[in-house]
T-cell receptor
């Protein structure tokens, strides 16, 4: 079973739409959670960390449900520039060695 | 700061050839790692290093060697290239090895093995 599972999409939404991505992880000992963004043929870049209480950064809201081992990312008022692949990333509790596990990514296309 | 740099950007190898992918960072990060990204597979960890002189294997280390003689550089060596090693390779670095810090990725090396 893969450590991190994501719906690969693709999600195709119009500008201004709200879209949500989900991610599940298999290891209950996972400690840190992130969403990375990857543009076509580019390197991944950190979008936001995910905190237990949930957190928001502008139009982006991340939620964590430890009981269900579930992470979500909500994008409000989608922009054309939000088109990218979104990667769910977790690392394990007690891992002092920075082992991160990446989901396969969810592809988003925002159309005008 | 240049961040994380990788060379070359593109490479074509014949089966059996060897080569080294270069990675350097100028952020004084202790932790560096190599990933490969294949369609539908996500990023998979090849090797990582928590500091100069210390390296360890990740999820898919076979066919690759690494060394870390300085904090700045973390080259990845392909010993005898195989078509299964056709992939995009990303080098990454972060402040520490605890996994709680942002990983900075290089622009990637696109490798084709024929």
């Amino acid at each position: 079973r893969k450590e991190v599972e994501q719906d690969p999409g693709p999600f195709n939404v119009p500008e201004g739409a709200t879209v949500a991505f989900n991610c599940t992880y298999s290891n209950s000992a996972s400690q840190s959670f992130f969403w990375y963004r990857q543009d076509c043929r580019k390197e991944p870049k950190l979008l936001m960390s995910v905190y237990s209480s949930g957190n928001e950064d502008g139009r982006f809201t991340a939620q964590l449900n430890r009981a269900s081992q579930y992470i979500s990312l909500l994008i409000r008022d989608s922009k054309l520039s939000d088109s990218a692949t979104y990667l769910c990333v977790v690392n394990e509790r007690g891992s002092t060695l920075g082992r991160l596990y990446f989901g396969r990514g969810t592809q988003l296309t925002v159309w005008p | 700061n240049a961040g994380v740099t990788q060379t070359p950007k593109f490479q074509v190898l014949k089966t059996g050839q060897s080569m080294t992918l270069q990675c350097a960072q100028d952020m004084n990060h202790e932790y560096m790692s190599w990933y490969r990204q294949d369609p539908g597979m996500g990023l998979r960890l090849i090797h990582y290093s928590v500091g100069a002189g210390i390296t360890d294997q990740g999820e898919v280390p076979n066919g690759y060697n690494v060394s870390r003689s300085t904090t700045e550089d973390f080259p990845l060596r392909l010993l005898s290239a195989a078509p299964s090693q056709t992939s995009v390779y990303f080098c990454a670095s972060s402040y520490s090895g605890t996994g709680s810090h942002e990983q900075y990725f290089g622009p990637g090396t696109r490798l084709t093995v024929t």
